[in-house]
């Protein structure tokens, strides 16, 4: 791809190009059901998992086919129309709302075009559910390592937008490093090809520019992924601690052996009180004050030594147990209890905010101990639990929506957790992504140089900024086209 030269900002008449005439158009594309025009009918697109941004569409569209895609998207170009690309909804940074503007869905794209598991890769559409893929998979003992939690209902696409982690990315990393190729349609209509299946390639890492760029580069019409072969053993281990301090300080000591745990999850007393409570329920002992949830994998020679290690060293830090899962069963059950810890909030109470952020792993007992001080001093309730062995912390704040001065001191609350994990050296987002929950936090890191490159790279892919506008960078920085509201994130939650 050649470098774009910088175009003009679209002019706010180009959302007058959304009426009932292209709704028309797009219906002989993707069929009339397929377009959803109506207020009533787009209720269920203002939103995604993260509670606290509505944002109407001005219409909706759902192609079904590649051809489908490309040519709503040249229809949209033709017209100078912007549009956001959307998955599954269950992102956690509002990164998906289009506020006046059109929603294109890819949820019905879900074709596993190929599986190649000599070369251990597959191709697919990017509605294709994130689990989905693993047991297309599973049949050759291969899987797709990047797990969000919500791999049940995620997909493909959403998570090369986001560049979606899980639990077990501390040792198999994160989206970006699953990928091998793209085949992206550009705003502009244009269709190419990033990235190949032949190693490393002569050029600019494009694949890895497009990974994480929260839709704000074009849609993803096909996607290679790389994947994994299934470990010899898996050996999932529960240890339960009376302090977090000591849970964190344990976290520490088992990565400065140089055993590399699949995934290294901390859930504290409040999170576990929710999922025991729930039909979630794992048998998480509701009187300890933190639990690590560690998974060990690889090659069986070896593996029980390093089980030994572990469980040696979380007792030397503190542990009050130790609990080995006995079979697939238990193992499933604990991490069922991980996985759903999020739905299993809605308990404590009707809304719930999901950050995420991360800070140096030897950092961990500090910051826990200041968000703590934080939920206090704001009379919040912060649940813990998160990926700790990479320092991807999930403080989650539940909370009334419908109570103004509740909503208030959770948006001050928010904005202290995110200002003192960057100020412990960290950064505002591991996986969830910048969307329009982060837009405020982006000058807390970067540089107003930084944030010109972006827009920079930016306009290489879209030069009319009309993909998912109004996202990840300040709209001052990037000169961004004020169409609508969604260019000015409301600084309130609710």
């Given at each position: ?10 002019s ?16 002989a ?29 001005a219409?909706a ?13 040249r ?9 956001v ?14 506020d ?41 003992g ?9 791999q ?50 002569e ?10 760029s ?8 096909a ?77 069986i ?11 040696t ?11 080995i899962?006995?079979d ?41 101990a ?5 939920s ?37 609350a ?7 994990c960057?100020?412990?050296g ?22 107003p ?9 930016r ?5 009319e ?9 300040p ?20």
């Amino acid at each position: 791809m050649a470098a774009t030269s910088v175009a003009s900002a679209p002019s706010v008449s180009a959302t007058s190009s959304i009426d009932q005439a292209l709704a028309d158009r797009l219906a002989a594309i993707v069929g009339a059901r397929r377009v959803l025009f109506r207020p009533s009918e787009l209720l269920t697109y203002t939103a995604d998992a993260l509670p606290s941004y509505f944002k109407q569409p001005a219409l909706a569209v759902f192609p079904g086919t590649r051809d489908e895609v490309v040519a709503v998207v040249r229809e949209l170009a033709a017209c100078g129309v912007p549009f956001v690309p959307r998955g599954a909804g269950t992102g956690l940074s509002g990164g998906a709302l289009a506020d006046g503007v059109v929603l294109v869905g890819l949820n019905r794209l879900t074709r596993v075009i190929s599986v190649d598991p000599d070369n251990m890769m597959a191709t697919v559409e990017p509605g294709v559910v994130n689990v989905a893929l693993s047991r297309a998979v599973g049949a050759y003992g291969l899987h797709y390592a990047p797990d969000p939690s919500s791999q049940a209902a995620c997909t493909i696409g959403g998570n090369v937008a986001e560049n979606a982690g899980g639990p077990h990315c501390l040792k198999y990393g994160v989206t970006t490093n699953h990928i091998l190729a793209l085949e992206v349609i550009l705003p502009s209509g244009e269709i190419v090809t990033l990235g190949g299946t032949d190693g490393e390639n002569e050029g600019y890492d494009l694949v890895g520019a497009f990974v994480g760029s929260e839709g704000c580069f074009g849609i993803a019409l096909a996607i290679t992924v790389r994947l994994s072969r299934n470990p010899e053993g898996v050996r999932t281990l529960l240890a339960d601690f009376m302090s977090i301090d000591a849970a964190a300080q344990t976290v520490s000591a088992i990565v400065a052996t140089g055993i590399i745990p699949a995934a290294l999850e901390m859930i504290d007393q409040a999170t576990i009180r929710a999922v025991e409570s729930s039909i979630y329920a794992a048998g998480y002992p509701t009187d300890a004050a933190a639990a690590l949830l560690i998974e060990l994998d690889g090659a069986i020679a070896g593996l029980e030594h390093d089980v030994e290690t572990v469980e040696t060293l979380c007792r030397a830090n503190g542990a009050r147990t130790v609990r080995i899962a006995r079979d697939e069963v238990e193992r499933t059950r604990l991490w069922q209890g991980r996985k759903k810890a999020f739905g299993a909030m809605g308990r404590v109470s009707s809304h719930l905010v999901v950050q995420d952020a991360v800070v140096p792993r030897t950092k961990l007992p500090e910051v826990l101990a200041q968000i703590h001080r934080v939920s206090q001093q704001n009379r919040v309730k912060v649940c813990n639990v998160f990926h700790a062995g990479d320092g991807n912390l999930h403080p989650n704040i539940a909370y009334d929506a419908s109570d103004a001065d509740e909503t208030a001191r959770v948006h001050v609350a928010m904005r202290e957790i995110m200002t003192l994990c960057v100020d412990a050296g960290g950064t505002i987002t591991g996986e969830h992504g910048v969307g329009l929950d982060k837009i405020a936090y982006m000058e807390l890191i970067f540089s107003p140089e930084s944030l010109a490159a972006m827009c920079t790279l930016r306009e290489v892919f879209d030069p009319e900024r009309r993909s998912n506008p109004g996202k990840v960078v300040p709209v001052h920085s990037c000169r961004e086209w004020h169409m609508s509201p969604a260019a000015r994130p409301s600084a309130s939650l609710a």
